[in-house]
């Protein structure tokens, strides 16, 4: 098929590694994938990040570097084949909104039936990293993709797509805890909400620049739901993310090291809430991106409690 934009994806940074180093045949995969757009699989891999801290914490043994390498490279991988399957399923809207009707299936830079394939062969990558993990894990980590499969439908049907994104995006909040011991408990799943509230709230403040052209062509989500009241809307879901990710620590046994550094996180949040201009769809993609950022803080508070 012939590429009718002839360049990059409108919402992709300028100048991105894609763009200027990946072969001219390989950079439509590599778009669809979204590796021209690295926050997407960081969010996938910070909660798994969590809660390696956090288990790690709870079982008062060394933080596993190999686990969180192994955990990244998924990320990029499931990210990829997740964001292929939505394009997949969405080639039809996706022509229909400006920021990404220049996608490679829309703009006729890859076929349905190479974006199958494609999704197939990142899928393998994905299933090679879960077999290097204990049993549980494997079966948690099959089990999430019904959500990874339900969510891309999920914004015909409701205004709450951002819940079922969080369900699927928040996944590793559970994987990190079950690879170290094998099984579940209260901190994890706490954990999990925490990541859930949080990622409502990111992808609102994300959804906040389709709110027009979602309008027109009938998607559905949080943004558009809450209207003017996006800021409380948001405050209230990062207000209850940080609750329940201090929960999860103090059953854990955190000690002074986490709380002191858990500040950071909080501060992130707050200046995100603050910042909020649901007219400004650069300051919502910025925003959205220095998600990235509260990860890292977050990450480090919890290992900076197993070293200290």
């Not at 990946?22 to 997407?40: E, H, T």
């Not at 015909?156 to 590793?172: E, I």
Request: aromatic fraction near 14%.
């Amino acid at each position: 098929m012939q590429d009718r934009n002839g360049g990059s994806v409108a919402d992709a940074p300028k100048g991105n590694w894609v763009d200027r180093f990946a072969p001219d045949a390989a950079k439509p995969y590599l778009r669809m994938s979204r590796l021209d757009r690295p926050i997407g699989y960081q969010l996938l891999f910070w909660p798994c990040a969590f809660s390696l801290g956090l288990v790690s914490i709870a079982t008062q043994t060394q933080f596993n570097w190999w686990y969180l390498l192994l955990f990244f490279v998924g990320a990029i991988a499931m990210r990829g084949a997740g964001c292929t399957f939505n394009d997949i399923v969405d080639r039809d809207i996706d022509d229909k909104v400006a920021r990404t009707r220049s996608r490679p299936i829309p703009s006729g830079q890859v076929s349905v039936k190479q974006a199958a394939v494609w999704l197939v062969a990142q899928s393998l990558v994905g299933l090679a990293i879960l077999l290097q993990f204990n049993g549980f894990s494997i079966l948690l980590g099959v089990a999430s993709l019904i959500l990874v499969a339900i969510y891309p439908f999920m914004k015909r049907v409701t205004y709450w797509p951002q819940l079922f994104l969080g369900l699927a995006f928040s996944w590793g909040a559970l994987m990190g805890w079950a690879t170290v011991t094998g099984s579940l408990a209260w901190p994890a799943i706490i954990l999990y909400l925490g990541c859930i509230a949080w990622t409502i709230g990111y992808d609102t403040i994300y959804a906040l620049q389709d709110v027009e052209d979602d309008a027109l062509i009938g998607v559905k989500s949080t943004a558009r739901l809450v209207g003017a009241n996006v800021k409380p809307f948001v405050a209230g879901f990062y207000g209850l993310a940080a609750i329940l990710w201090l929960v999860a620590a103090v059953l854990s046994d955190a000690q002074l090291p986490f709380y002191g550094l858990y500040v950071g996180t909080l501060a992130l949040l707050t200046w995100q809430v603050l910042s909020i201009d649901r007219t400004d769809g650069a300051r919502s993609l910025m925003l959205f991106k220095s998600n990235h950022w509260l990860g890292f803080a977050l990450t480090f508070a919890l290992v900076a409690d197993t070293l200290l």
